[in-house]
């Protein structure tokens, strides 16, 4: 059997036709930008979250795309409208949602206590300082100064323990550069440092990897337990395209997988999350108060 | 309505069990298991070593009273026959299934409605899934799906004897434990009523079972085909309120659907397992507890179905089918549908067209 | 009936297997009691051993929970918890933690783990039984749960909270397992 010139020709046509629009279905979804806060450098945080947002674009029908932000930025590029959506620290999120109005999108979960965290103040075992009135005089070190969990919240302990750390410390430091948190422990581990803020959750990850034992370390305090990592939303943003982000995020398992570069990914084991809990603003409130005391954004007072 | 004499027995039967299926459970039973055929053919398997769960293994004597004391009144009112053959490997594959669906719902029929009658809630699904299974089954006997009927000549001479003699054994195996039967120190096993409480109460209601042919499935069965008519409607009835009045009065009365012993929320499964059941025991002629009276009373194929049922008793905890509080195993469903698939086949394959 | 000579002689032999069966029986009865004893005394000693055991283990997080350093008793556990990720043991001694550093919902998740992986800790009698600790925890937190997830019956960590608490209450109404 042959077939004419007259009859292929309208096949190759629609078959054309068909190559063509499903080149163009990508680029006739809405793009909408996430900014994620980087932890520790812009090149962990895209490994982690690039399957994150692939996983939202499939869910939400919307192409998303990644925006790494350094901490100290985000507050700046938010307000210039550079990304509609934010994954942020808790105390990033109540600044953006007292001072631009900022919505709760869900709240992730992460380690031992789910969508809450805490921070410590730890010293070397063996060091001789075991009670936290004994670190006046002593060698401080924080975390990055915008770190709930590794600055805030152990200044706020101190502050209600009767320790001034302007005053009380023979001085006290941030180490500089990527992976602080990290630096943090390991510095007071090799001396460098007396005492420092630790997060929990560092601890807690060190230990499962054996970086650190927990008999490393005394544990002279612990702070209360404060939500962490967060998804907000502009509060211009489409309330439809919010709760479908929001839906998606929750519905979240260990199994989804995203393609990222050919290859299936899992979405959870790659941005180290245990998935997502719809909190409310008001499960904030501890860390508003703990800025407040503080004298920390956004309720500083100069 | 004059009630005859078959039908007070039927009514006392069913107060009878309504009480013991409670008081038990205030002895020593566990919660809402005084009297639960499959809990204890679990039980009892494990007790004979056929599965290695240690919180489940007890040589439940109630389960060897209902047998002998259908076997003693059977005796003594000369109904004693040894009669059987149809069927034999189907019927013990009801049993396993029977037993399947009694796990995966936590709880035979019997427990069933002990469960509803302590306030359990949840057990709703389960009555909904009984009586519609034991429709399904009444749908397929008017189509012709049957396994035959009994004959004392298809039996040979004293086979009949057989089930009357292994709980015999058993019998002994209680009061002299062989180094092979277990008993679990902790668990729900653990829990017990006092040794010749659960004997005797096991006899009564065997030799009472025999008399008045009272089964669950039999009542549900004999009203959708009779309505009020039904005189098994009666026992249904008078097992129901005594075992509600017994709760009440024992302080065991808590209405609710979360947090039950013994008891799950996987609704869609329990409705499941208790159908399976339901139609099950219509197919073979009566529920689990039906079984073993009529195994005692010399009937072989319902010894077979024993057989099976102790199997299943084994298999449900040794591969993991049988349902927790904390939900249906996934080996458990797919049992179920198992079960379903070969309902399903006999009722298409075993049907009498003619 | 009418027995003929075969019958008599089959039943004579039955009889006779009857005494010989009884004959043997009871000259097993002192073994059989020492072999049931010996059992109960193995079972017993298994069971201690396993607490042996799981005390020296775990002794690191019972000293710090004893010491009050609950923190370090997580981190503790965490070690442990690598070499041994599926020991009930490990579930109930951080359920412990937790309610004691008052996370009564992850205490409620850690504690369902436990049990169900090994049902001594829910038992009365049990040298293990946590019993108290969890009746206490679902009476405490258990209104509580029911009302937020009527408030919120989308959430799920609020349902699945609800469910890990209905299942303890499920279990220490006791019924069978």
């Not at chain 1, 008999?215 to 939500?227: E, G, K, R, S, W």
């Not at chain 1, 962490?228 to 309330?239: E, I, R, W």
């Not at chain 2, 008078?238 to 947090?259: E, L, Q, T």
Request: hydrophobic fraction near 45%; glycine fraction near 10%; include cysteine.
């Amino acid at each position: 059997m042959t077939l004419s010139s007259r009859r292929i020709l309208p096949l190759l046509l629609i078959a054309f036709s068909f190559f063509i629009l499903s080149s163009c279905k990508d680029q006739s979804r809405k793009v909408v930008k996430i900014g994620y806060m980087n932890c520790n450098n812009e090149q962990e945080t895209k490994h982690r979250f690039v399957p994150l947002t692939r996983y939202l674009s499939d869910k939400v029908g919307v192409e998303f795309v990644m925006v790494p932000v350094d901490t100290h930025d985000f507050e700046k590029r938010f307000n210039q409208g550079e990304f509609a959506f934010t994954h942020t620290n808790s105390l990033i999120y109540i600044v953006l949602k007292e001072r631009k109005n900022l919505t709760l999108v869900a709240s992730e979960k992460r380690g031992n206590f789910g969508s809450r965290s805490g921070g410590a103040i730890i010293a070397r075992k063996g060091s001789g300082i075991e009670k936290l009135e004994q670190i006046k005089g002593k060698k401080f070190a924080f975390g990055p100064m915008l770190a709930p969990t590794g600055y805030l919240a152990e200044y706020d302990l101190m502050l209600r323990s009767g320790i001034d750390p302007e005053k009380d410390f023979a001085s006290y430091t941030i180490p500089s550069g990527s992976f602080k948190h990290e630096k943090l422990i390991y510095g007071v581990m090799f001396g460098e440092y007396d005492v420092s803020a630790a997060t929990l959750m560092d601890l807690e990850v060190m230990t499962k990897e054996g970086k650190i034992t927990a008999d490393d370390f005394t544990i002279l305090a612990q702070t209360p337990l404060i939500p962490y990592c967060t998804f907000g939303a502009a509060a211009n943003a489409d309330p439809a395209l919010v709760e479908k982000v929001r839906k998606a995020l929750l519905e979240l398992k260990p199994t989804d997988t995203a393609d990222v570069d050919g290859e299936k990914v899992k979405v959870m084991k790659a941005a180290w999350i245990d998935g997502y809990e719809a909190l409310v603003d008001k499960d904030y409130d501890p860390v508003r108060e703990m800025a407040k005391r503080v004298n920390m954004p956004p309720y500083q007072k100069f | 309505m004059r009630f005859d004499r078959h039908t007070i027995t039927i009514i006392v039967s069913g107060l009878l069990l309504g009480f013991f299926g409670v008081m038990l459970s205030v002895w020593g039973n566990p919660e809402n298991s005084g009297i639960c055929v499959s809990c204890f053919i679990e039980n009892s398997a494990g007790a004979l070593g056929l599965h290695n769960n240690s919180r489940l293994q007890y040589l439940r004597p109630e389960l060897v009273g209902f047998v002998l004391g259908a076997f003693a009144l059977a005796l003594s009112r000369r109904e004693f026959r040894s009669r059987g053959g149809s069927a034999p490997l189907l019927r013990f594959a009801s049993g396993f299934f029977l037993i399947v669906g009694c796990a995966v719902f936590i709880g035979c029929p019997i427990k069933l409605f002990l469960r509803f009658t302590a306030g359990d809630l949840t057990a709703l699904c389960g009555v909904a899934g009984l009586v519609f299974g034991v429709w399904c089954g009444l749908k397929g006997l008017a189509h012709g799906v049957e396994l035959g009927r009994l004959s004392p000549a298809a039996a040979p001479k004293g086979s009949g004897l057989l089930s009357p003699l292994l709980f015999s054994m058993l019998l002994i195996f209680i009061f002299i434990p062989p180094v092979f039967v277990i008993a679990s120190d902790k668990g729900s096993s653990a829990q017990h009523a006092p040794l010749f409480v659960s004997l005797a109460a096991g006899l009564v209601l065997g030799a009472v079972a025999q008399a008045s042919r009272f089964c669950i499935t039999g009542a549900v069965r004999d009203v959708l085909l009779m309505g009020r008519r039904a005189p098994l409607l009666w026992g249904g009835g008078a097992f129901i309120v005594s075992a509600f009045v017994v709760n009440i009065a024992s302080g065991r009365f808590n209405p609710g659907f979360a947090g039950q012993p013994g008891s799950h929320q996987e609704y869609l499964w329990g409705f499941l397992g208790m159908m399976l059941v339901g139609w099950l025991s219509v197919l073979i002629g009566g529920c689990p507890f039906r079984q073993l009276v009529k195994s005692g009373e010399g009937d072989t194929d319902a010894t077979l179905v024993v057989a099976g049922m102790f199997l299943a008793g084994a298999l449900v905890q040794g591969w993991n089918l049988a349902a927790t509080s904390a939900g249906v195993p996934l080996g458990g469903k797919i049992a179920v549908l198992a079960g379903f698939m070969m309902l399903l086949a006999v009722s298409v394959l075993v049907r009498d067209r003619g | 009936m009418k027995f003929d000579r075969f019958d008599r002689l089959i039943i004579v032999f039955l009889l006779l297997t009857i005494v010989g069966l009884s004959l043997l029986l009871s000259r097993t009865i002192p073994e059989r009691t020492t072999k049931i004893e010996t059992r109960n005394m193995e079972r017993e000693l298994a069971a201690q051993a396993r607490q042996a055991l799981l005390d020296k283990l775990y002794s690191p997080v019972a000293a710090s929970m004893q010491a009050g350093q609950m923190q370090e008793a997580l981190l503790k556990l965490e070690e442990i918890n690598v070499r041994y990720p599926g020991e009930a043991h490990g579930f109930i001694l951080k359920g412990e933690i937790f309610d004691r550093l008052g996370v009564p919902d992850k205490a409620a998740a850690s504690l369902v783990q436990g049990v169900k992986l090994n049902g001594d800790y829910i038992d009365k009698r049990s040298s293990v039984s946590r019993r108290d600790l969890i009746t206490r925890l679902v009476d405490s937190t258990l209104p509580g749960a029911v009302s937020a997830y009527r408030n919120s019956p989308v959430n799920a960590v609020l349902k699945e909270n609800l469910a890990n608490l209905n299942y303890l209450k499920s279990r220490l109404a006791g019924g069978c397992e």
